[in-house]
């Protein structure tokens, strides 16, 4: 006769408005289209720092994570594509997956990364090169929005590039720039040792605020302010691209929109081609600012962050 073992697994959980805590649950079942990856490596993002505050489009209980890597049962390592899409849908077959009617994430509307094993649908998982660390698998999901976001900006030649918060995403959009031949690139966050690291990552100059005329600013942050600033920097004619989620409030002058023929721009998630893209490109970029950190250290660095902490700029969780 069968009996029933009841399988249990660490994960950090969210639990409550701005409460995340470390619980045994039960290990995840395995759907027949789906393959259980044991999680190496776990991004925390912007995105759950604010969703934790302010839950809304995240709600508790949820194991969240949706940056993260690890190893099938049959020994491969693979990344996670967290945007789970119909495919059948009239944007996905314009080829705008990310934007699909159905679209659902993990980590935000099923089981996430912040946990020693989770189920994913097999359609999910992207093979990693030999040898890549897992501090570089970790980081392909956010090296994909930066994929993303540069190529619906349509950046022309020899842009300025401003980049307004020197978080994960903006310190990937400094190094991007950077490859793809902008002219300048400049980059604003009022922590000190962010714009440090922009510098050290190629920014020209990086300091508290933007200064200069730009053709493109990227507004990794996403409050009323650094939208406002981001579009006031820009030469007429110019694009600003909004990434940051920090607020719903546009705190922009339209009026000055209209007469200056700026584009405002949003810039979500990407593409499997994009994702594919930058399993490629994870392994070549200075990714010497992320730290790794035990699942058991998560909560009190999810919360350092939550509360405003800005060290580290990438923490990974090592289930
Ligand atoms: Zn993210
Ligand atoms: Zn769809």
Known sequence: MPCYIRRVMKALVFT?????????????????DEILVEVAAAGICGSELHGVRTPGFRTPPLVMGHEFAGTTPDGRRVAVNPIVSCGRCDLCVRGHRQLCRGRALIGVHRPGGFAERVAVPVSAVHALPDGMPWTAAGLIEPIAYAVHTWNVSQIPEGARVGVVGCGT??????????????VSVVAADVSDRRAAIASRLGADSAGPSLRGEFDVVFDAVGLPVTRADALARLVPGGTAVALGLASAD???????????????????????????????LAA?????????????????????????????VKALLTP
Request: with cysteine; charged share 25%.
């Open 16 to 32: 409550a408005p701005s409460v995340v805590e470390l619980h045994d649950i039960d290990e995840p079942s395995v759907k027949p």
């Open 284 to 312: 070549e970029w200075d990714l010497s600012w992320v730290n790794t950190f035990p699942l058991a250290d998560g909560a009190r660095v999810f919360t350092d962050l939550m509360n405003g902490g800005t060290e580290p």
């Open 169 to 182: 995403i903006g310190l990937l959009c400094v190094q991007f720039a950077r490859r793809r031949g902008a």
């Open 250 to 280: 546009p705190g922009f002058d339209a009026a000055d929109l209209v007469r200056t023929e700026k584009r405002l721009i949003g810039s979500f998630g990407y593409t499997p081609a994009e994702f594919a893209t930058a399993v490629d």
